[in-house]
């Protein structure tokens, strides 16, 4: 029985996937940027993936550009019926590799149509509109104009389900009122916890949550309390890591990205580790030593 299996189950839109799921960014190149060192070993991280009951792949043709959407087809086309992939739109790169709006309803339709063609699809399950008024995080503004173009492209069968990723919660109240909104994809980690309430929220309404940046991104979790809770658990830090992402909320669906089977073997397998009470008051801490230092 795959690990994966002990983590439950969470739904987006009518998908019904595991909560601990596969995030494909990082089969791109340095920078999420061109292709990938060893495509092989890119392939064969996603076949493992699916292998390992992972039903839930987070993705863009944004990565790369292009490239890891092609991946996915190249090494999961045909796609098992229980397969849920989940892209984004709302960016473009530059030939520098530069993350840019792009909120137009031209290039919104561009973007999706670049997602149907890349991954081999007729319509896309769930896209998530990426708000880029700030690159660093949310900032706020209307989204009504990008997300009332997204909804269009839904109501023309390209696009099944939408959420919203990068947004504050006045941004997704403002939502929606515009459709319904199957998920939100915002920066959230042990450390890093600005969504601690919107998170309980979204819970409460049945909306699935979904960090990026679960282990921190570019600049991995550093945390001594981390640390000490993993070795008394007999598990590394990133699964400890991310195995309490898992026990803060049943809304909560974990994507973490890598490019390296083992590694991805590694992510799986929190999901069958057991936080004792103690542990988790210990880590619901790590964010306030963090803000401290800071």
Known sequence: ????????????????????????????????????????????????AVAS?????????????????????????????????????????DAQGAWLPAFSAQALTEAVRDNLRNLGLDALDVVNLRIMFDTHGPAEGSIEAPLTALAELQRQGLVRHIGLSNVTANQIAEGRRICDIVCVQNHYNLAHRNDDGLIDALAADGIAYVPYFPLGGFNPLQSSTLNDVATRLGATPMQTALAWLLHRSPNILVIPGTSSVAHLRENLAAAAIALPEEAMRELDAVALSTDEAA
């Open 1 to 48: 029985m795959s690990p994966i299996i002990q983590a439950g189950t969470f739904s987006i839109g009518s998908h019904r996937v595991h909560r601990l799921g596969y995030g494909a960014m990082q089969l791109a190149g340095p920078g999420v940027f061109g292709p990938p060192k060893d495509r092989d070993a890119a392939l064969a991280v996603l076949r493992e």
């Open 53 to 93: 009951g992972v039903n839930h792949i987070d993705t863009s043709d944004f990565y790369g550009p292009h490239i890891t959407n092609q991946l996915i087809r190249e090494a999961l086309h045909p796609y098992r019926d229980d397969l849920l992939i989940v892209t984004k739109i709302g960016a473009r790169r």
